[in-house]
């Protein structure tokens, strides 16, 4: 951080400037003038806890995508297909047993037993080819969605949340002060609060196990040298098996989380693909931490787009990427 | 070993060593003469469903995948983003020319429209291409799929130009000298000539001083760089050309269909046009037309023959998709790549040129 610092003093100027507005936006009781100018303060709140807990959910998805990319070189185009599968997985267990935190753990594991299975039949052929592996699994997805629609139809499902996530909460942020001057208080739903932490959870779960740990230490070798690692004696195909199924099943559980928040349909596998996608080239391909920059910073973007600038929402994502691609075309967090 | 190193391998032409520099083998090669008789003849022999349904529809795919094919072969830059451009040019047809929606349409005459779109999309797609020449392999496909997908979003929104999700209908075609150029006959030769410029400009193109570089600068780019090319200057200029290449493809699909909406730019749309490349051959420039007209004929006549062999003919999609992994697991250059195997393996063995590099 203070090498950062260090090094580019305009853009810590600009990020902390960004931070200390954006923070007392979210604090402050807006002035009356400012209630005029943009709108209530109730909607730009529910807009910026939409955005980060859609980032939250974005970074489930990504984070296994990224880690998949950054270990193995595998670019596994039918990610977004393990998204959903996860997602109908995680339904049709939630209507039969009427439990959701069971289908959380069907959904995972089923969808790493799909991980391992591409992994061991497909990627495994064709290591190093990134093109092969890109088309492959581009046909994959295309088979797998095709299979899905089949199976499941073209229709919405929702995942029930459960009785005692139901309902919104009342957070200690103001909105606007009632004319008899007491204080109206921001109600926002709890499951997706819940959610967010619980992705917040594996997130910093992810970057001890990656950083503090010997299995991580591993990890980490592998994205930087596998032939080396290879070399010391690690049964490496055992790690990339692993690695897979892991990143596959964080896929399955986002599905059933993207379930409960929004609805599944054909067509949600391309969409969280392309979003992993976008949030993986605007973080830096292969970094945890670079996808839940990546995933905060999408997710914001697309729900305050939508709220301040609705035509224009998909196009400010696409801004983004491009203005990253501009400035530092690696990614943002990313090391080369 | 780098990443666009590894991609460039799977794309070079595995017969380069066969191939010594030809000036127009074509005009030897008597195949290519009767298909192109045939091409002539067509509307003697075929009604007007096939003319239009299949042939004029395999052509226009097959000029798209051309584009495609143009960048990944003598480039080894992937870029799914040629529908893009071809449905940007489409678009820009509907709105600068003669439409069902007045409110939208310019009503210009289809020969200013049409060079207007032409311009607009070419310089649409080189925009596109130059930010995508920052990237190399994998992050190239990543990157020109996030632009097409945001275009397709972009157009389901924005109700100012592109008239939201229900697009522009009625588009006007070209009425001049008399003739009505939308109807089947005048429209499939159109499409014909048009698709056979592109075909003999990528063909010109690839031996053309322009072509060579750029196929230097795709086996190996520091070399080309050290050699005083300009090497993204080169890739940027293919991706002009080949935007140019697909927008002539949208302005025919969008007189082909007479609408235009964002179902026609939509991502799997964008994933076909890769696929038809793919299947038929990126080595070729035949080859997109040839997966093309797989890929038509599949999408035409699946339903049918899954329904025959009583299964379910709402998956044809399945079909495409078991068909192109197939595809791409055995043979890395399409169907045009396992051709030349099986001419190779009928051919007696003194006659093989370099040994079994062919077979790579």
Known sequence: MSRFVERHPAWALISIIAIAVGLWLVFAVWPPGLEEAIGRKRVFLNAVFNGITLGGLYFLVASGFTLIFGLMRNVNLAHGSLYLFGGYVGYAVSTATGSWLLSFIVAFILTALVGVLLQLIVFRRMEGQDLRQTMVTIGLSIVFADLMLWACGGDFYQIQTPNWLIGPIELPLVTAIKSSGEPVYLRYPLVRLVIFAASVVIGVAMWLALNRTRAGMIIRAGVDDRDILAATGVRIQLVFVAVFAFGAGLAGIAGVVGGTFQSLSPGEDIRFLLASLVVVIVGGMGSIPGAALGALIIGLAEQLGSVYIPTYAIVVTFLIMVLVLAIRPQGLLARR | ?360
């Open chain 2, 1 to 360: 070993m780098s990443l666009a190193h590894d991609a460039r391998v799977t794309v070079r032409p595995a017969d380069v060593a066969q191939r010594p520099a030809r000036t127009w083998p074509e005009i030897n090669n008597p195949a290519a003469w009767i298909v192109a008789i045939i091409l002539l003849i067509m509307p003697l022999i075929a009604s007007g469903f096939f003319l239009i349904e299949i042939f004029a529809t395999t052509l226009i795919l097959g000029i798209m995948a051309l584009s495609l094919m143009f960048l990944a072969g003598y480039g080894g830059m992937v870029s799914l983003m040629q529908l893009t451009i071809a449905g940007f040019s489409a678009y820009m047809v509907a709105v600068f020319g003669v439409s069902g929606n007045a409110n939208i349409s310019l009503g210009w005459p289809w020969w200013l429209a049409v060079p207007m779109a032409l311009a607009l999309a070419t310089a649409f797609g080189t925009l596109g291409g130059a930010l995508a020449v920052r990237t190399e392999g994998i992050y190239t496909i990543m990157i020109t799929l996030a632009i097409g997908a945001a275009f397709y979003y972009f157009t389901n929104q924005n109700w100012a130009i592109f008239n939201g999700h229900t697009g522009i209908n009625t588009v006007a075609t070209p009425h001049f000298w008399g003739v009505n150029w939308r109807a089947d006959i005048p429209f499939y030769y159109i499409v014909l000539a048009v698709a056979a410029l592109c075909y003999f400009a990528v063909e010109y193109l690839s031996r053309a001083p322009f072509g060579l570089a750029l196929q230097g600068v795709r086996d190996n780019p520091r070399r080309m760089a050290a050699l005083g090319f300009n090497v993204n200057a080169h890739r940027v200029a293919a991706y002009a050309f080949a935007s140019f290449v697909a927008a002539l493809a949208g302005v025919l699909q969008v007189w082909n269909y007479r609408q235009i909406s964002p179902g026609s730019v939509s991502v799997g749309a964008c994933i076909d046009v890769l696929i038809i490349a793919v299947v038929g051959g990126i080595t070729r420039p035949i080859g997109p037309f040839i997966g093309a007209l797989i890929f038509v004929l599949l999408r035409t006549f699946a339903l049918d023959f899954l329904v025959r062999l009583g299964l379910d003919g709402n998956r044809f999609r399945l079909l495409i998709g078991l068909g192109f992994l197939a595809i791409v697991f055995w043979s890395s250059d399409g169907v045009i790549g396992l051709w030349q195997r099986w001419r190779q393996s009928r051919r007696p063995a003194a006659n093989r040129p370099g040994g079994g590099r062919g077979h790579g």
